[in-house]
């Protein structure tokens, strides 16, 4: 399955969150760019950034910084946060970005989120995050009455590049991957499912390797913490 290193950006900086809490952060590079570089030198094909600014006012605030990085490193780039309007994705498509997750335009305006899907396709990915199994928005600060995976079975027939599925309960926590949800999201797409939040250690990710249609796997905290060192996760799984 493909290794995807994280970069959450606030602020200008590469920062972690615990369960998504804007409040509850701890910056790990004042550098973000140089970051990126450092995943890219490890092997990294694609990194996964998100503007967490971008998430939860609902306009990119790091978009110049993204850029930056783009132009600086030659692997892809995975973007989310802030995207809900079809000339931002223009925008980042342009300045080099390969495929953009899509979280809170999937809720708040499906019919946008599905031209964008036309447009680029397998090159959107659908972004469902869950706080006991409900989908979220705005940087995680709002939740819906659906259900993720009544999102997912809706996506089926969009042309997607896939779906990333993340617990927010997991998500910084350094607790392992709630397996049961990953199982039924993956279960349910058509999609090749990423798995994202609380991958911690390499036992992790065996287990998450296992799980019919899961094609990928973002982490983050652990590659900061060095509970995981990138190098070898992507020796070992990267496909």
Known sequence: ????????????????????????????????????????????RIIHIVDLDGAVHGIPRNGELIRQICKAVKCKIQLGGGIR???TADAYFDSGVERIVLGSLLLKDPNIAAQMAVKYPKRIIAGIDVKEKHATADGWTTTSSLTGTSIVKALNDWPLG??????????????????????????????????????????????????????????GKALYKGTIDLKKAIKEFQK
């Open 1 to 44: 399955m493909l290794i995807l290193p994280a970069i959450d950006l606030k602020g200008g900086k590469c920062v972690r969150l615990i369960q998504g809490d804007m409040d509850l952060e701890t910056v790990y590079s004042d550098d973000p760019v140089d970051q990126a570089k450092k995943w890219e030198s490890a092997g990294a």
């Open 85 to 87: 309007d079809m000339e």
């Open 162 to 219: 896939g779906v990333v599925y993340t617990d927010i309960s997991r998500d910084g926590m350094m607790q392992g991957v709630n397996m049961e949800g990953l199982s039924e999201m993956a279960e349910v797409s058509k999609h090749e499912v990423i798995a994202s939040g609380g991958i911690t250690t390499m036992d992790d990710l065996e287990e998450v390797s296992k799980v019919e249609n899961v094609g990928g796997a973002i982490i």
